[in-house]
């Protein structure tokens, strides 16, 4: 797995709260919107209160989270989301 153009590396745990993402795509990797990838220890994310719609990717249409150790612990949080097409 690979970031796309517009990723953001961040070592800290996210939070994306009251936002919208609509027609994200990638056929190249994962998470139309968001693609979260834990590379070492742990890692943390929260959604609330966002929209999504119409987002797709080759893996993992509007979220994807890929842990890419056995060792590491990925957690995501979500809470009053809506998914639509």
């Given at each position: ?73 990925a ?11």
């Amino acid at each position: 797995m690979s970031l796309s153009d517009g990723a953001k590396r961040r070592s800290r745990p996210v939070q994306v709260v009251n936002s919208s993402f609509t027609n994200c795509s990638t056929m190249r990797a994962a998470g139309g919107a968001i693609a979260i990838l834990i590379s070492s220890g742990n890692g943390a994310v929260g959604i609330g209160s966002t929209v999504f719609t119409e987002n797709v990717a080759a893996f993992g249409g509007a979220i994807s989270i890929y842990d890419g150790n056995e060792t590491n612990t990925a957690s995501l949080y979500l809470e009053g989301n809506t998914f639509g097409e």
